[in-house]
């Protein structure tokens, strides 16, 4: 084996010295301690104040407590909703649809600085649709309102529909109970656009606004659609450069669509109109529909009628998910489901005897208790 020649050793090098190399270091600091971080466990009464004094953080905090389905999440998140509750109420709630696709979060994103620049704190909720394998969601719409989420008058909270739209509706109408707590008068929900999503954020909006593309079809399709007979207003994106003729169409056929729907509760007649939202063009024109909108529902006293419906729907709706949760939470229950359920599947009972039997055996449990 050749041995490895040090050159440096050689007479004509006797006044360099070398220096022994230093062992290789730690990439961590050996002298660093790491100390777990403890969060401080909030009270509910800790909740509300910071929430009224418009504490970014701890709304962020209440409103991951709605969302969270642990038995003492929810009994302090309602806690906490219920002593919010005389602070809310007096916001523009404002529900916005559209297809995929149709620039639903270009469009809030330019909204929303619209409504800031007037002076206004604003709060989006946005639906985010979750796998139904996965049950997963990316919640990525926060990233395409570049602009908006740069503004401190601005609260953005996406959240995951969890294949539960009756279930996430329900914590969202809770979490515009906290925002509008914490002194924002502006609320955007963003429903998924698919599915029934857009009734259930119907209930708990005052203007609901369908975003239309051009060329999605004709009239007839539009009316086949049973979103257009919720919308109070109806806007055409994308109205620039060469689509701007195509986009004036397809507004003038959606207005003769709605002639052919009844008159809505409110007497309100939907406007058709066409703007851009990457260009930023027609932004005033259409917040001036809704302006006029709100005035009009003021006026006709429609506006407290409308919250009150709204009020009775979902206590009507918060007992069925009550029941719901209580009969399947019932361990007798779950085993007898589970017996019917093999009968059903071997064709030893219809489907309809066996859910009357499990029903039978719930209510005689709910009578001798």
């Given amino acids: 084996m050749d041995q490895i020649e040090h050159p440096e050793n050689e007479c004509q090098y006797k006044g360099l010295q070398v220096n022994s190399g230093v062992t290789s270091q730690p990439t961590v600091n050996p002298y660093l301690k790491f100390r777990p971080r403890l969060r401080t466990k909030l009270t509910p009464a800790d909740y509300v104040e910071g929430i009224l004094k418009g504490n970014v953080s701890i709304l962020g905090q209440a409103v991951t407590l709605i969302e969270s389905i642990a038995d003492a999440h929810q ?3 309602q806690e906490v909703i219920e002593k919010c509750l005389p602070y809310a109420g007096k916001s523009r709630r404002i529900g916005i649809t559209g297809v995929p696709g149709a620039g639903k979060s270009t469009s809030i994103d330019v909204f929303g600085l619209h409504v800031i620049r007037q002076g206004h704190r604003l709060a989006v909720l946005a639906i985010d649709p979750s796998s139904e394998r996965t049950q997963g969601s990316i919640l990525g719409d926060k990233t395409r309102m570049e602009k908006l ?12 529909s969890a294949g539960s739209l009756g279930g996430v509706a329900r914590k969202t109408r809770e ?4 925002c509008e707590a914490a002194g924002y008068d502006t609320i955007f929900v963003e429903t998924v656009g698919v599915g029934q999503s857009e009734t259930a954020v119907h209930s708990m909006v005052d203007f609901f606004l369908l975003i239309q593309l051009a060329g999605t079809g004709d009239e007839l399709q539009g009316i086949k659609r049973g979103i257009m007979e919720m919308a109070d207003g109806i806007v055409i994106n994308k109205c620039d450069g060469d689509n701007i003729e195509r986009a004036q169409l397809a507004a003038a056929q959606f207005r003769n669509a ?9 007497k309100w007649v939907p406007e058709v109109l066409t703007y851009s939202g990457y260009f930023e063009l027609g932004i005033d024109t259409v917040w001036d529909m809704i302006d006029r909108y709100f005035e009009y529902v003021r006026s006709t006293g429609y506006f407290e009628l409308k919250r009150q419906q709204q009020a009775r729907y979902w206590m009507v709706e918060t007992i069925n ?35 009357k039997d499990v029903l039978d055996f719930y209510f005689e449990r709910m009578r001798s208790k």
Wanted: hydrophobic share 40%; proline share 10%.
């Fill in 321 to 355: 998910e009550q029941l719901r949760n209580n009969f399947y939470h019932q361990p007798e229950v779950r085993a007898l489901l589970e017996q019917k359920e093999t009968k059903v599947l071997n064709n030893e009972q219809s489907s309809f005897t066996a859910a």
């Fill in 175 to 178: 979490t515009i109970v906290l």
């Fill in 149 to 160: 989420s740069l503004e401190k008058d601005a609260f953005i909270r996406p959240s995951p």
């Fill in 258 to 266: 709605l002639h052919l729907f009844p008159p809505t509760p409110s």
């Fill in 75 to 77: 009994a302090v998140a």
